[in-house]
């Protein structure tokens, strides 16, 4: 039997769980900014953010079949920028364009998976 996942295994559940951490990050950015302390900024807000939700990046998987597809290229990109982003402490500073391309990269995600399903999919207007 093998072991359980602490953040979770697979493809769409792992984006799920990434994407469940959205609101912290607005929550997080809000309370640094009344802070009003320069060592708790923008930035500071986009690296806890990924510091959380960057955990359900680390057993992301890809079915074999979609090996080297474009789907496989934008969910190595989102782990990729994800864990340098919260767990690279590499001292950048971080902007919510970051934060940003990894929620276009996600969306993008999805809608591959959708076509690759055979739907048509549509982002919708809100």
Not at 46 to 66: C, Q, R, T
Request: aromatic share 12%; charged share 30%.
């Amino acid at each position: 039997m093998s072991e359980e996942s602490e953040f979770g295994k697979g493809l769409i559940i792992c984006l799920v769980k990434f994407a469940e951490h959205q609101w912290r990050f607005q929550e997080r950015l809000a309370r640094n900014k009344s802070m009003n302390n320069p060592l708790f900024d923008e930035s500071d807000a986009v690296e806890m953010f990924f510091n959380g939700a960057s955990d359900h990046l680390y057993e992301i998987e890809v079915p074999k079949d979609w090996l080297g597809t474009d789907i496989d290229i934008k969910v190595k990109e989102l782990q990729s920028l994800g864990l340098e982003i919260g767990h690279g402490f590499t001292g950048k500073k971080w902007t919510k364009d970051n934060f940003n391309k990894a929620y276009e990269l996600l969306e993008d995600i999805a809608l591959l998976i959708d076509v690759k399903l055979g739907l048509t999919p549509q982002k919708g207007q809100w």
